[in-house]
């Protein structure tokens, strides 16, 4: 067996990534000051000043969740790109009989086990972060179509 390469940031040089060259141009967005919006059962009832007032706060809550998508996205991918390294690396250097028994020991190891534990952890709050963007989303849809019928109302 030859020598295997230890994941070791500290001696990759450092380089800009797509990350950085993204806050480069947009900074990390502040969480509103108002607490998150809840829909009303009917849009309807609404004066056009709260209509307006309901549709700038579902948006700056969806622009910071957007936000927080970018963040959860990075720090996703980069913690599956370590695992899976942590785990070839271990599958090489790990003996048995057959892949079988060299894969349930690499994924009962302590190591890979808490790295896939936080690997589930990103996961899960990426698809939440998803899930409430789609529901801000879907708001904003409807409060439009409320707006564009008055529109045509003339209201």
């Given at each position: ?13 450092k ?6 060259k ?22 309807s009832?609404l ?8 549709m700038?706060?579902i ?6 969740t ?9 720090e996703?991918?980069?913690?599956k ?15 048995g ?10 994924r ?7 790295l ?6 990103k996961?899960?709050l ?8 789609e ?13 564009s019928?008055?529109a045509?109302?003339?209201?």
């Amino acid at each position: 067996r030859g020598t295997v390469p230890k994941f070791r940031t500290e001696d990759a040089p450092k380089k800009v990534t797509a990350y950085d060259k993204f806050r480069s141009s947009f900074s990390v967005l502040k969480k509103p000051e108002h607490d998150s919006p809840t829909m009303p059962k009917r849009v309807s009832i609404l004066s056009s000043d709260a209509i307006s007032d309901l549709m700038f706060r579902i948006s700056a809550w969806r622009d910071f969740t957007d936000d927080l998508i970018y963040e959860a996205t990075t720090e996703y991918l980069q913690i599956k790109e370590k695992y899976q390294y942590e785990y070839d690396i271990k599958l090489m250097t790990t003996s048995g009989s057959s892949v079988k028994e060299k894969e349930a020991k690499v994924r009962t190891s302590q190591k890979i086990k808490l790295l896939r534990d936080e690997l589930l952890e990103k996961e899960m709050l990426l698809d939440m972060l998803e899930r409430k963007h789609e529901n801000y989303t879907n708001n904003i849809t409807i409060i439009s179509r409320e707006i564009s019928r008055r529109a045509s109302l003339g209201n």
